[in-house]
DNA sequence: TTTATTGTTGACTGAATGTTCAATATTGTG
DNA sequence: CACAATATTGAACATTCAGTCAACAATAAA
């Protein structure tokens, strides 16, 4: 009983979400939070704890969201290295204003990971998830004949998730996509 | 003529470059540059203006200083090829704990360039000055016949210096060196 | 020695920041 | 209707922040 809420919960832990994904955490005010996600402060501290708690929900959600459907492509019916070669076009077919974000788990890393391991456990278990994704993907390329039987696939997921990052870093500061390109088929190479 | 400068510019600089490496621009206060660089307030705003200025020119150095010295490890005589593996090499056995502190400019890049112009654009420069590393590496090794006329060097030293960033981000959040190891080996069979 | 010039110092300022809280509003329950 | 429980609001608070400045110190030139 009592008072009910009067947002959507999930809605406006989204809203957050994209306000830290577009400017980091230290950058974020409480300020920007109450304009962006339309509740007030003392909503925000009732229902999501401080700014650094808030934060933890929104990297989680991101998880939980973003990067489940991102990784979404990898898990889809017919040719796996398809797949991969699929989810690097996403990233380099990306509209530059949008790329300029870069991936919340990437620039998290960079932004908090040394200094917080709160934030650096949580982070580590969603980069831990991507290279699951694409070892469980390219596993599947090896069993349908696509990939050699010798593939060392845990390596070979190590190098995708590592260059996905670089990806995003690079994507972030040129608009150039054919660069991108250039790139994602050296990446496929390797397969 | 006037009072001399009683701290050496360079070596001060380099202080409040390994803050702003350390803990990313909008982490750093004033007080901790204070602390770090051994002078006042006011004597770091009369010689290197505010902290934005300050920022600019720490980045600057990087390049100049950090960036320069490990390109050297490219331009070394004998094999250029070795070369390249000898660059990433350092990245990898770069102990942990200084690993975290990762690169100043993909730090920057995932922190400020899409906010800040002024900074998007120094640290593009600098970006342009390590794929111009790796490229002229790599017409060299073409040259000595160690990688095939048809390699395309520009597309590969984009690669190259993606797969750096990717390193960099990945090898902030985990300690382990033999992951990072064998995701250089991978990066290495495209040569 | 005097003067002009410029670096040094640290207290001070105003603005921004994260957080709290008392007053109020809205629901379910007795 | 009265009460308990909980959400909402925004003013208020303490802290931290970047930046300023007047007083002082150290040098070279006259």
């Not at 040719?79 to 998290?108: H, M, Q, W, Y």
């Not at 831990?128 to 596993?139: V, W, Y």
């Given at each position: 009983?009592?008072?009910?809420?009067?947002?959507d919960?999930?809605?406006?832990l989204t809203?957050?979400?994209?306000?830290f994904?577009?400017?980091?955490?230290?950058?974020?005010?409480i300020?920007?939070?109450v304009?962006?996600?339309?509740?007030q402060?003392?909503?925000?501290y009732?229902?999501?704890g401080?700014?650094?708690?808030?934060?933890?929900?929104?990297?989680?959600?991101?998880?939980?969201?973003?990067?489940?459907?991102t990784?979404?492509v990898?898990?889809a019916?017919?040719?796996?290295?398809?797949?991969?070669?699929?989810?690097?076009?996403?990233?380099?077919?990306?509209p530059?204003?949008r790329?300029?974000?870069?991936?919340?788990i990437?620039?998290?890393?960079?932004?908090?990971?040394?200094?917080?391991?709160?934030?650096?456990n949580?982070?580590k278990?969603?980069?831990?998830?991507i290279?699951?994704?694409?070892?469980?993907c390219?596993?599947?390329a090896v069993?349908?004949?696509?990939?050699p039987?010798?593939?060392?696939?845990?390596?070979?997921?190590?190098?995708?998730?590592?260059?996905?990052?670089g990806?995003i870093?690079?994507?972030?500061?040129?608009?150039?996509?054919?660069?991108?390109?250039?790139?994602?088929?050296?990446i496929?190479s390797?397969l």
């Amino acid at each position: 009983m009592g008072r009910p809420y009067e947002f959507d919960r999930n809605e406006t832990l989204t809203k957050a979400m994209d306000v830290f994904w577009e400017k980091g955490y230290k950058a974020t005010s409480i300020d920007d939070l109450v304009d962006r996600m339309g509740i007030q402060r003392g909503s925000i501290y009732n229902t999501f704890g401080d700014k650094h708690e808030l934060f933890l929900s929104a990297v989680e959600h991101y998880g939980d969201v973003v990067t489940s459907r991102t990784l979404k492509v990898l898990e889809a019916d017919g040719s796996a290295v398809e797949n991969i070669k699929k989810f690097l076009d996403v990233i380099v077919n990306t509209p530059p204003d949008r790329r300029s974000k870069g991936c919340l788990i990437s620039n998290t890393v960079v932004e908090l990971a040394p200094h917080d391991e709160e934030v650096a456990n949580v982070v580590k278990a969603i980069m831990k998830k991507i290279q699951s994704a694409f070892q469980k993907c390219l596993e599947r390329a090896v069993e349908a004949g696509e990939l050699p039987e010798t593939t060392n696939t845990r390596v070979l997921s190590n190098f995708l998730a590592t260059s996905t990052h670089g990806l995003i870093v690079t994507g972030k500061s040129t608009p150039d996509k054919k660069q991108l390109k250039d790139v994602v088929d050296v990446i496929l190479s390797t397969l």
